[in-house]
C-alpha cells in the first residue's frame, strides 16, 4: 500500500513539472515561432515583403491583403528571384500573375517552366509572351503544339515555330500544305513522308529552288523537279541528285545562268563599284569609312524618300530623374505622312495584293491602313514595271505597362520591304524583309532601333545588262553592308527576284557570295 501511494505521488509531481514547463513557454513560443532552418532566402525575403508595415520608410512596399499586389512589389519580387534564379518558392497565387511573370520570362525564358500549369495551356497568354520571346515555344503545353490554329498564328511572330509542332502536325498534309502557300522555308519542318510529296515539293520549290537541299532522295532524283528549280535557281543544281548531274541538258540548263561566274569576275567588279561610288572616309582622325551618296545614278527612279519617320526620344527614369532612356518613336511633328495607299494609286491591283498579303498574316485593318513608304523606286526591265518599296508602321507597344522599362524597350513593328513586278497581267511579290505586327525590342546599337534594307541604288554589269540589280544598304547591329539582289534570268517573265551577292566594304574581311539556302 505504501508502495502504491509513493508511485502515484511520483506520477503526480512528474505531470505537474511538465504542465508548469508548457505553460511557462507557450506565450514566447506563440510570440516567436522557431525559424525553418531550410528555408531559403529568397523565401525569407518574400515574407519581410509581404509582412512589411505602412510606415514612411516602406510605404512604397503596401499592397492590398493576399496576392493582389502592386507593381513596386513586382519589382521588387523580380530583383530577389533575379539574385537566386529560382522561381519555384514563389507563392502558388503569384504563378498565375500574369503580370509579374511577363516580365519575369523576358528577363530568363527558364523562368516559363515553374508558371502555374494552367498558364501553360492558355493560347492567349502563350501567344502574347511568344511575340516577345519565342524561345519558350519549345516548353509550350503538348496540346496547344497540337493545335493548327496556334502554330499558325505564332509563325506569323516567329517563323521557325512549325519546328517545334508535335509530329502529328507535321505529318498533316492539309495543314503542311497551307504552311508551306504560307512561307516555303515550312517544307524543311514537314515529315519526312510529306517532304517526299511532290505536290508539296513543287509548291516549295517553286517558290524557293534551293530549299531542294532539304529534300529526300527521291525528290533529288526526280528530272522534272531538278528542271523546274534550275530554271528558276540555277544554283539549285547543286543539290540535285548524283545522278542528274550527269544530264547533260541540265548542266546547260545550269550553265545559261549569267550569273555562274558571280564568285569571280562579277563579285569582282561589284565590289569595286561599290567601294569607288558609295564609300568614303570621313574628315575625322580615325578616318572611318561611311557609306555615302544613296542614289547616285538613279535618283531619277526614287519616286519617294521619307527617311526620318522614327527618331530615338530620351524619356526619365521614374525612379531615379538623372537617369533616362531611349525609346523608339513617331516623328509626326516633322512629317504629315500620307498613308501608304495615296502613293500607289496608280496601281490599284497592286494595293489589293499588298492588302491581301497583310490581312493573309493575320494583321488588323487599322494597322494596314497606317503604313506609312518611306521609300519608292519605279523602274522598267523589258518593258516590265517593277516598283522596290517599304511600307512602315510603330506603335506604342500594346503590352508596354507590363514591362520594367530599366531592362527593355519594346515596340510594336509593322514592316515591309518589297520589290514587286508587273508581268504577264499580274503583280507578283518577293519579300526582301517583312516584321509582322511584332513586338521587338529596339536597340541603340542599330541606327533606328532593328535590323533595316534600304535601297541605295541600280547596278547594270555593262550597257547591254538590261537586267537592273537592286542594291540594298543593310543596317544591322553595329554592321552596315550591301546585299545585291536581281530577277531570276532563266524565269520567262522576270517575276521573281533573289539575292546573288553580299558585300561588307566597312569591314576588314569581305563577305563571301551567299545563296538564299
Known sequence: MKREKKHLFKTIKSTSLAIFFLLSVRPSFALNPPTNPTESKQTKELKAVNNSTNTEENNHFKFINGCDINDQIRNQIIEIIEKNNNLS????????????????????????????????????????ITKINPEIIPLIDEELLKNSDFISKISYSYRDALKYSHPSLKDDFAFISQMIKKDSRNYIYASERLKSNKELAILAFEDNPLLLANAPESIKQNREIAELAIKINPHAFEFIGKKLKEDKNLIKLAEMNDYSDLSQAHSTKINQFIENHYI????????????????????KNKIINRPFIVKWQKFSNSNDKNQYNLKLVNVKERNNHKKWAKDFLKYPELIQKINNFFINR????????????????????????????????????????????????????????????????????????????????????????????????????????????????????????????????????????????????????????????
Not at 99 to 126: E, T, V
Not at 280 to 298: D, L, R, V
Request: aromatic share 12%; glycine share 2%.
Open 89 to 128: 518558392e514563389l507563392p502558388e497565387c503569384l504563378k498565375l500573375d500574369q503580370r509579374l511573370l511577363f516580365k519575369l520570362i523576358l528577363i530568363n525564358p527558364k523562368h516559363f517552366q515553374s508558371i502555374d500549369p494552367s498558364l501553360k495551356k492558355d493560347s492567349i497568354f502563350i501567344y502574347r
Open 280 to 299: 568614303t572616309t570621313s574628315q575625322t582622325a580615325n578616318q572611318a569609312k561611311q557609306i555615302n551618296n544613296q542614289g547616285k545614278f538613279f535618283t
Open 362 to 517: 493575320n494583321i488588323d485593318q487599322n494597322t494596314i491602313d497606317n503604313l506609312v513608304t518611306t521609300y519608292l523606286w519605279k523602274f522598267n526591265i523589258d518593258k516590265q514595271t517593277v516598283l522596290a518599296f517599304n511600307l512602315y508602321n510603330l506603335k506604342e507597344d500594346r503590352e508596354n505597362n507590363i514591362y520594367n522599362k530599366e531592362r527593355a524597350n519594346f515596340t510594336n513593328i509593322t514592316s515591309l520591304t518589297a520589290i514587286a513586278n508587273f508581268s504577264a497581267g499580274k503583280w507578283s511579290l518577293t519579300v526582301v524583309e517583312t516584321i509582322l505586327d511584332n513586338d521587338i525590342k529596339t536597340d541603340i546599337s542599330y541606327r533606328e532601333g532593328h535590323k533595316k534594307y534600304i535601297l541605295w541604288d541600280l547596278y547594270q554589269f555593262n550597257e547591254n545588262d538590261k537586267n537592273l540589280k537592286l542594291i540594298f544598304k543593310v543596317e544591322d547591329r553595329f554592321n552596315e553592308y550591301f546585299e545585291i539582289f536581281s530577277a531570276n534570268q532563266n524565269n520567262e517573265n522576270l517575276s521573281k527576284y533573289q539575292m546573288i551577292h553580299r558585300f561588307n566594304p566597312l569591314s576588314d574581311k569581305d563577305a563571301d557570295n551567299v545563296d538564299n539556302k
